[in-house]
């Protein structure tokens, strides 16, 4: 099993970032899919969360209106689209496959920092 995550760096206050999250090594339309960040010397938060079949998404409140989440089961990818972002938003992003309470998949994450 393996997540890559892809699409970090440096952006300036306001401007934006698409991260992906590549799967193999298991049924990834089976799966939900998710996205957390931990930000330093903080935990790690749910930002975003999206459904094996894309129908059903839910975001953190402090992300609501800037970031989409969505996948493409084709492709084994799963986006984070980041809008309008905020030096607050600076954090190691991971995202997550999920298939009930205990197959759980983490990435090594990527790291993304917004200046002011």
């Known amino acids: 099993v393996q997540l890559v995550e892809s699409g970090g760096g440096l952006v300036q206050s306001g401007g934006s970032l698409r991260l992906s999250c590549a799967a193999s090594g298991f049924t990834f339309s089976s799966y939900a899919m998710s996205w957390y960040r931990q930000a330093p010397g903080k935990e790690r938060e749910l930002v975003a969360a999206?459904?094996?079949?894309?129908?059903?998404?839910n975001y953190a409140d402090s992300v609501k209106g800037r970031f989409t989440i969505s996948r493409d089961n084709a492709k084994n990818t799963v986006y984070l689209q980041m809008n309008s972002l905020k030096p607050e938003d600076t954090a190691v992003y991971y995202c997550k496959a999920s298939r009930g309470p205990l197959m759980n998949y983490w990435g090594k994450g990527t790291l993304v920092t917004i200046s002011s």
């Open positions: 999206i459904s094996s079949a894309g129908g059903s998404t």
